[in-house]
């Protein structure tokens, strides 16, 4: 059947219905919230299912500047996979059921750490860490011939000696590296203690100390459960970041707060792992 209406708006061509800019596929009035509509059965009443495009990983990457949220079935992967990322930077994931499995995991090895960190005064409860810069000699940032910290397209970690009665330990610092004007809630611990922060506004290059404690030391690992709440183009993306510190030899036991002959000898790693 083929019907054309010229000025009209409804065209039928071979099953294929545009109504108001809208494309229905073997149904003759789409669903008005969508701008295609595929009938889930055809002509003769049976079930049918949408089969995109299918192909291997190899022929993903080779597809030219994929638009975000172009999706394609990899068939190297058998999943679905959609382009989280953008043309020029590609970030393929699969669609799972397990919301929570470990995805785009990122991470950055720093030795040593006591040797390499250079003093910064610890501000008060009611201020926040310094506007975040590469370059900044409060943090470990600055010091790039030793390392590096986690960061991912959205957050940074970093750290930043604490001096005074807590010297020989850190503070850690989660920066928003964004672009975009975040509001983001997390919980960590500190000092055995749970620490929950809600509906946290970080602007663009500003960042929050991990935890009300402060004080992080050189036998510790932490781990901070986020969540984006807004903008709403990332809202419900949660992450897992984090840090361990280790010993890389045994010669002697470090004590808590990182005094010691051992102390250069220490390394952190620290990590951001999307979960999906």
Known sequence: MKTYQINGAVFLIAGIMLVKGQVGIGIS???????????????????????LGTMTTQNRNSIAQPATGLMIYNTTDKCLQINNGTPGSPDWNCLSN????????????YKPVYPGMLSSNLPSDSQRPQQYSPTSPQLYGSN?????????????????????????????????????????????????????RNNQLLGNGTGVFVDGNYAAYYTEQQNVYATIISPSKWQGRKFLIGWNI????????????????????????SYIIELK
């Open 29 to 51: 009035s789409p669903d008005p919230s969508a701008n295609l509509h595929v009938a889930p059965r055809n002509s003769l009443n049976q079930n049918k299912g949408t089969l």
């Open 98 to 109: 397990q919301p929570d499995s470990f995805q785009n995991m990122v991470y950055g090895y």
């Open 144 to 196: 790039t011939a030793n390392g590096n910290f986690a960061s991912n397209s959205i957050f940074r970690l970093e750290m930043s000696q604490i001096t005074g009665a807590t010297a020989g330990t850190y503070a850690a610092i989660l920066y928003n590296v964004s672009g975009e004007t975040l509001i983001v809630s997390y919980s960590t611990t500190a000092a055995f203690q749970p620490v929950i």
């Open 246 to 269: 280790f010993k890389e030899d045994y010669a002697d036991v470090m004590t808590q707060g990182g005094s010691g002959t051992g102390k250069q000898n220490q390394s952190m790693i």
